[in-house]
Nanobody
Framework: VQLQASGGGLVQAGGSLRLSCTLSGRPIGAYAIGWFRQAPGKEREFVARLGRGGLSQYNEDFVKGRFTISRDNAKNTVYLQMNSLNSEDTAVYYC???????????????WGQGTLVTVSS
């Protein structure tokens, strides 16, 4: 399957962005969709996951209630609404598809190209 991530951009600290991940080739409900991010000089890390049954998971080390993951089956798209952004959220955000359970990178077999989020302080 192919995934297209979009919605990144430049935002001031305290602002919001909504990222989109559109899947082509199969119904998005057939997959768990994860969002990951990679900041300059750092390893890629898990942000959020939406399971096929609708269960959501977040990396509570830094999400702390600020992000919400959701799905629109009619648009074959998963969203990541990000509020109260701060400079530490600056990263390239990737979405990925999985038919397995888990938040580890290795569980995801198809990846989008990434969208850059820059938060200015």
């Amino acid at each position: 399957v192919q995934l297209q991530a979009s919605g990144g951009g430049l935002v001031q600290a305290g602002g919001s962005l909504r990222l989109s991940c559109t899947l082509s080739g199969r119904p998005i409900g057939a997959y768990a969709i994860g969002w990951f991010r990679q900041a300059p000089g750092k390893e890629r890390e898990f942000v959020a996951r939406l399971g096929r049954g609708g269960l959501s998971q977040y990396n509570e080390d830094f999400v702390k209630g600020r992000f919400t993951i959701s799905r629109d089956n009619a648009k074959n798209t998963v969203y990541l609404q990000m509020n109260s952004l701060n400079s530490e959220d600056t990263a390239v955000y990737y979405c990925a598809a999985s038919t397995r359970y888990g938040t580890m990178i290795a569980a995801y077999h198809d990846w989008g190209q990434g969208t850059l989020v820059t938060v200015s302080s």
